[in-house]
């Protein structure tokens, strides 16, 4: 049995589209998404490493501790060779997704250990946070500690999920970029 082939990299160089003067702006989401990822394409990064970096960038862009994403993020792609532009904006992208997701670590990590729902209000904490660092930590640490655990047990399934999901996508657009030129 042979290994499979490996995925076809695209040499660089323009695309028709920049090119042509007459051709119609692209849309946000092909300039910040799309365009980036085809881009490192062209530079001969394979799919399957993108889709790593996608699938590592998602589940580091759900930390849930405020503040510690980009700075993460930024550790692990340079530690791992990741492509950062790529990583960066997929974190800032992530936003929304992590704001709910914040709460949905807390309930899982507070289950997790068998510990009751506690409350969140963002209100209240940022209140106890300003005011008292210690009865902060003597009330909110466990629960910083719950969210860590539910996080880190999540980042195996959805870095696996979007790996595998992106994977054949980012083969077909490689593939069809090799064609092209």
Not at 69 to 91: D, E, G, M, R, Y
Not at 133 to 150: L, R
Not at 173 to 181: E, F, K, N, Q
Request: hydrophobic residues 50%.
């Amino acid at each position: 049995m042979r290994p499979p082939a490996p995925p076809p990299t695209v040499p660089p160089g323009p695309t028709p589209a920049a090119t042509d003067p007459a051709t119609p702006k692209p849309s946000l989401f092909r300039r910040r998404i799309v365009g980036p990822i085809t881009a490192q394409l062209t530079q001969g990064i394979t799919p399957d490493r993108i889709a790593f970096t996608l699938g590592l960038g998602v589940a580091l862009s759900l930390f849930p501790f405020l503040g510690f994403t980009t700075i993460l993020c930024f550790v692990v792609a340079a530690a791992l060779k990741l492509n950062q532009p790529i990583i960066q904006i997929l974190n800032q992208l992530l936003w929304p997704v992590w704001i709910p997701m914040v709460a949905v670590y807390i309930k899982a990590g507070a289950a997790i250990y068998g510990a009751p729902a506690m409350p969140f209000d963002p209100v209240e904490v940022s209140r106890l946070f300003l005011s008292s660092q210690v009865e902060f930590w003597a009330k909110f640490g466990m629960v910083g500690v719950h969210a860590f655990t539910a996080w880190i047990i999540s980042v195996p399934l959805i870095a696996g999920a979007t790996y595998y999901a992106t994977r054949p996508a980012l083969r077909r657009l490689a593939t069809a970029l090799a064609r092209r030129s």
